[in-house]
């Protein structure tokens, strides 16, 4: 089920039939698709990388402090990305 023209509510006289991909490619033209962090998402400078690998806050709470997905922080604090800037900074307290 899709919106027509992806706005409004969800109601009898405003919605259609479709594929579930049909629905993605009306979110994407509509302008309604989720973006992520690679396509418009917030980006991280090296001072919040640094920030985020040596806090011992928990992951939900870093993620919403710096407006980024769990998965970034997550990422981060497992030295699977930015490790360029991780790497000499020792080991990151786990939550």
């Known amino acids: 089920m ?3 023209g992806d706005t409004g509510p969800y109601s009898t006289e405003n919605t259609k039939c479709i594929t579930n991909a049909e629905n993605g490619y009306d979110r994407r033209l ?35 402090r710096y407006c980024v997905g769990l998965w970034t922080i997550f990422n981060i604090k497992k030295g699977k990305t930015w490790k360029h ?11």
């Open 2 to 4: 899709g919106r027509i």
């Open 30 to 64: 509509n302008g309604s698709a989720a973006r992520g962090e690679r396509s418009g998402g917030r980006k991280l400078n090296n001072k919040q990388v640094r920030e985020i690998y040596l806090s011992p806050d928990k992951l939900k709470i870093l993620a919403e």
């Open 85 to 95: 800037i991780t790497k000499d900074l020792g080991p990151s307290p786990q939550k």
